[in-house]
């Protein structure tokens, strides 16, 4: 069964952090790439970082490269997304997903998705 689960979601003030979790089935989890894409209201959907979880990929989109770290636990079949010096336009509702082959960001080939959290930085 694929679940995929965000949390860690909020608001904080420009130049603050947050983490996001994303739980996932051990179905979902092993062996495969995760990602995380965000949607601000208006705009089309945008491939933040992605990760293999059998090792040895990691992309991170250039708006996010040098602030967002993507990291994975084994242990929980969890992929986080620490977020570091947080700007107003990285505000969007953020999404997991697994089950791309091509393991890129492009979201069109993820075939699972969580339900979204919330991430609002105030200027």
């Known amino acids: 069964q694929v679940q995929l689960v965000e949390s860690g979601g909020g608001s904080v003030q420009a130049g603050g952090s947050l983490r996001l979790s994303c739980a996932a089935s051990a179905y979902t989890y092993s062996g495969s790439c995760m990602g995380w894409f965000r949607q601000a209201p208006g705009k089309e959907r945008e491939g933040v970082a992605v990760?293999?979880?059998?090792?040895?990929?990691?992309r991170y989109a250039d708006s996010v490269k040098g602030r967002f770290t993507i990291s994975q636990d084994n242990a929980k079949n969890t992929v986080y997304l620490q977020m570091n010096s947080l700007k107003p336009e990285d505000t969007a509702m953020y999404y997991c997903a697994s089950g791309s082959w091509a393991c890129t960001l492009r979201g069109r080939d993820f075939g699972y998705w969580g339900q979204g959290t919330q991430v609002t930085v105030s200027s």
């Open positions: 990760i293999y979880t059998g090792g040895g990929i990691l």
